[in-house]
């Protein structure tokens, strides 16, 4: 089993920062791909960026230019440093980790809420 810690949620104003992490432990075997979701009040949740673990990186369109993601292999964290944060970035935001059987896990997730 692998557990999930997320930590850098918080209230911050709009045009602030935040940086997100996730440390995983536990049964890990290899961790493939890493990644970031947000849910919104009343919303499905949505992919926010994800890292794999050659380094390459995704992002949500609403996020282009403003979050970046990336991880550290001999810590299994992995980070979303948060700039320019809007208020629409307000949600709940959970790390999602893919082991290489495929296998996602899922952390508890952490509020941001960005005030105006």
């Known amino acids: 089993q692998v557990q999930l810690v997320e930590s850098g949620g918080g209230l911050v104003q709009a045009g602030g920062s935040l940086r997100l992490s996730c440390a995983a432990s536990g049964s890990i075997f290899r961790l493939n791909a890493m990644g970031w979701y947000r849910q919104a009040l009343g919303t499905q949740r949505e992919l926010v960026a994800f890292?794999?673990?050659?380094?390459?990186?995704n992002y949500a369109d609403s996020v282009k230019g403003r979050f970046t993601i990336s991880r550290d292999n001999a810590k299994n964290t992995v980070y979303l440093q948060m700039n320019s944060l809007k208020r629409e970035d307000t949600a709940v935001y959970y790390c999602?980790?893919?082991?290489?059987?495929?296998?996602?896990?899922w952390g508890e997730g952490t509020l941001v809420t960005v005030s105006t």
């Open positions: 890292i794999t673990s050659g380094g390459s990186t």
């Open positions: 999602k980790v893919v082991n290489a059987y495929g296998v996602n896990y």
